[in-house]
């Protein structure tokens, strides 16, 4: 079966394409598209031959990916029953390219360094639709700071140099002040975007520019002492993008379909929707839709 | 009258040559019943190790065994299949019995490499069988 598009270009070493010609969420799931496991499954198949060889990803994603995995699975793999997020994928990119701008000037307080990621979206199939989409940041290990630190966060996506004129017009940047709090025992710190990406990501852009700049300042209120100038953020590593989304393909699990219908949907995307329109269950959409082709 | 019954009583209830245990044979459930295996993979064995990180082992479970011939509720099957098995025995033995299948999965959640180095974890549905039937 065809590698997709991306892992081609990868492989070929070509220029990823920032802008993927815009692709219907109707478009059948040819060779191509075929979703997640049927690929490899048909390969071994046809000539029992291993898997193309993988980028191996960042230790500190797969960490957290993993915890992700625990929360959702049992051990045999199973979806956990208790959990009742609508997401049935998770997808987790690390930055294919990042470099820091000029360093912030400490007397005029302006911003510390800020970083440039640019995200390659080539494995976001046309049947996933996004529900919720985070910046994932994790700290270097040698970090530690005595007390909480408030922090804000300024996002900025850019435009590609040149954007196809079929995508709807993005404003050429978008600044994003989000507030959070580091303090010693967290982990991870997730800022949620998803009101930033959702149209890119429903536009299937390939591809995600923007520039970050975290200051944090320690929180006044518990240590007066304090100093007020911004701290240095070096100890903040590249943030990594986390989507949620709805896989719509039939071999895709819906959870909230096998909760609350008993037949399974039609296979198709579509009609999958349709039914989604009609909250009350099939037989009313079964309704509707006959009173329409009586009207 | 008595003579009557008295003759009908010194008859024998079952004929001569009939073999009772033979009688019952056709109603005893196959040895071999239709019913749920596992069979536990590992993704190593399919050298997928390197792009499946989770789960580490995977059954898919699955079914096996003869159907009884009398199988109308036992395992949910359709009236139709009863059909089937007397098409087979009594009119046509190329039409094959009915077979002993997956009636119910379960979905399985993953966690992947993608070649990219990006990681997904994807849940699918229908992979894990967890109930058999005859059809």
Not at chain 1, 154 to 163: A, D, G, R, T, Y
Not at chain 2, 15 to 37: M, V
Request: charge should be positive; aromatic fraction near 10%; include cysteine.
């Amino acid at each position: 079966s065809q590698a997709s598009r991306g892992e081609a270009q990868i492989a070929a070493g070509a220029p990823l394409e920032t802008e993927a010609e815009p692709r219907s969420s109707l478009q059948p799931l040819d060779g191509r598209h075929r979703p997640g496991l049927l690929s490899p499954l048909f390969k071994v198949l046809y000539d029992g031959q291993t898997e193309t060889p993988r980028l191996q990803p960042d230790d500190r994603a797969l960490h957290y990916m993993k915890r992700l995995y625990k929360a959702c699975a049992t051990k045999e793999g199973i979806p956990k029953s208790n959990r009742s997020h609508l997401y049935n994928t998770v997808r987790l990119f690390t930055p294919c390219a990042q470099h820091k701008q000029a360093p912030g000037d400490q007397v005029t307080g302006t911003l510390p360094s800020s970083v440039d990621l640019l995200f390659n979206l080539d494995r976001v199939t046309a049947v996933e639709h996004l529900l919720k989409s985070v910046l994932l940041y994790t700290f270097n290990n040698s970090v530690s700071f005595p007390s909480p630190v408030k922090c804000v966060c300024n996002l900025v996506i850019k435009e590609p140099e040149f954007s196809s004129k079929t995508l709807p017009r993005v404003p050429y940047s978008f600044t994003f002040p989000s507030q959070f709090e580091l303090r010693k025992k967290y982990r991870w710190i997730e800022i949620d975007v998803t009101a930033l990406l959702q149209p890119l990501v429903a536009s299937n852009k390939r591809s995600i520019h923007m520039s970050v700049n975290v200051t944090c300042v320690k929180d006044q209120l518990q240590h007066p002492s304090a100093q007020d100038g911004p701290l240095n953020m070096t100890f903040l590593v590249a943030p990594s993008l986390l989507l949620y989304l709805n896989d719509t393909s039939a071999q895709a699990y819906h959870r909230w379909y096998s909760l609350h219908y008993k037949k399974r949907p039609s296979q198709g995307p579509d009609q999958k929707r349709e039914l989604s329109a009609y909250p009350m269950g099939e037989e009313a959409a079964e309704g509707v839709r006959s009173s329409r082709h009586r009207r | 009258d008595q003579e009557t019954v008295s003759s009908e009583l010194k008859k024998p209830l079952v004929p001569a040559s009939f073999n009772l245990s033979e009688y019952f044979k056709q109603f005893l459930f196959p040895q071999n019943e239709c019913e749920l295996h596992d069979f536990r993979l590992s993704f190593s064995q399919l050298k997928w190790d390197n792009w499946i990180v989770a789960p580490h082992k995977y059954n898919p479970r699955y079914c096996k065994g003869d159907c009884p011939r009398a199988v109308g509720h036992r395992y949910g099957s359709p009236v139709h299949t009863m059909v089937q098995n007397i098409i087979h025995e009594k009119l046509d033995s190329s039409v094959p019995r009915p077979s002993c299948v997956p009636a119910k999965y379960s979905p399985l959640s993953v966690l992947v490499i993608e070649p990219d180095g990006s990681i997904a974890y994807k849940e699918y549905e229908d992979m894990i069988a967890t109930k058999c039937t005859c059809r």
